[in-house]
């Protein structure tokens, strides 16, 4: 109906069937899925909202939408009211459904960087509008854009984007008039590098016209099974994208906006959850590079981005009789035809049995 390409994933089915056939089985890399149990404070405030016999509010209860305005406050020093944030049914669907509700349609270009989450382009299509990967947005002249995409830290490169260049992207997208949306799922996981919002001062000086950052719990709350996140800057635009949301049926769930407002709130869980990941990395990357793999970005997020020198699918071919799936790089743009994602997203056991059968 909209010219969708197939879905990616379906093309791993054969090498997924290589991969189960490894006596000691699986170890699945290829998706970036959490694997670890979902925090206690977010199961405890889902159960005490349970009875929930009534709609929920589109633009989500005082209570969520302060808890999201003080994490961004607390954590990434972004000043944001709470009038400002909306909550969404998982960031996916907003990335999908985005260049629609802006009214962006045929003849129009969406910008997305061109190596980046399938979606941005689902999303382009979708509206019936060009999808443009584009890392320098110069060459597009004087061209009205009506929506640019950035994603720091990287999905699939873990590339962070330094403040210099983000406030070079806002620069380009006021002086033509584009809205600048910033994929921040990925935010609270800065290794090597800090990633910085789009929304902070350093980046927006102090305006947050024409932006909006999207934030997700699926990562740091492991939520993915809750389909919980968020949507916070421009006040007009976060105003229109209510109004239009409310016509739409788009609600959260109470139970969950419950559970969302509860993690957001707390620190010490995702805390502790940075410090899993962390170790997982600390054990895979190395066993990669001394099996030939160079790991090239990858200062941030949940992935290693990672060549051997041949084509991404004969790397997902080698790994897979090795028992390990991962992700061609090329499901992420023509410019990853030589890489692999390999995602951390896998218990500390299949991790430590990775290891042993890269050596």
Known sequence: MFGLPDFPWDRLTPYKETALAHPGGIVDLSVGTPVDPVPEVARRALAEAADSPGYPLTHGTERLRAA??????????????????????????????????????????????????????????????????????????????????????????????????????????????????????????????????????????????????????????????????????????????????????????APVQAAMAAVLEDDAHADAQRAVYAARRAELRPALEAAGWRIEHSTAGLYLWASDGTGCWDQVRALAEKGILVAPGEFYGTAGGRHVRIALTASDERISAAVRRLQ
């Not at 009214?103 to 129009?108: A, T």
């Not at 210099?164 to 002086?175: C, T």
């Open 68 to 253: 999201a305005a003080g994490w961004l406050r607390r954590r990434h020093g972004v000043a944001v009211d709470a009038a400002n944030v909306l909550p969404l049914i998982g960031s996916k669907e907003f990335v999908a459904w985005l260049p629609t509700l802006l009214g962006v349609g045929p003849g129009q270009r969406v910008v997305f960087p061109e190596l980046a989450y399938p979606t941005y382009d689902v999303g382009a299509r979708i509206a019936g509008a060009q999808p443009y990967p584009a890392d320098g947005l110069l060459a597009l002249g004087p061209e009205r854009v009506p929506l640019v995409w950035v994603n720091s830290p990287s999905n699939p490169t873990g590339r962070v984007l330094p403040a210099e260049h983000l406030r070079k992207v806002v620069s380009w997208a006021r002086e033509h008039g584009a809205v600048v949306a910033s994929d921040e799922c990925y935010l609270e996981l800065g290794w090597e590098e800090e990633p910085i919002s789009i929304l902070h001062p350093d980046v927006c000086g102090g305006s947050h016209e024409g932006l909006l950052a999207v934030h997700s719990l699926s990562k740091r709350s492991n939520l993915a099974g809750y389909r919980a996140g968020f949507v916070a800057g421009d006040p007009v635009l976060v105003k229109r994208l209510l109004e239009v949301r409310k016509h739409a049926g788009m609600m959260m769930p």
